[in-house]
């Protein structure tokens, strides 16, 4: 298994729930809000400054999956695809192997 887990714009969340959902190997997924901030290396149009470093955190999503080896590319092309907008601060898209994980369920009625 391997997780799966992609920062994206807040405005990208809806439409990539649609063409997630729509992918007969979407395992579900988890969403946290978030704030992120540049990197150091991107282009600044203002003076560093308090200001800006108060005001360099931007809302972010991070969606978090955990999916079969076999989906993950499918899975990973479709975030990309759908949260792509090509401008600086799109986010990122990351895997990691999962050695095991326990699906929480309700009881059965016995």
Known sequence: MIEIKAVIRPAKLDIL??????LPQFPGMSVIKIDGCSAPWVEQSEP????R??????P??????VAPEDVVDLLCDTIHRVAHTGRVGDG???TTRVEGFIRITAPSAG
């Open 17 to 22: 729930r649609t063409a997630l959902r729509q």
């Open 48 to 51: 560093a400054g308090i200001k």
């Open 53 to 58: 470093d108060l005001l360099d955190y931007t």
């Open 60 to 65: 972010k999503v991070m969606v978090i999956m």
């Open 92 to 94: 990122l898209i990351w």
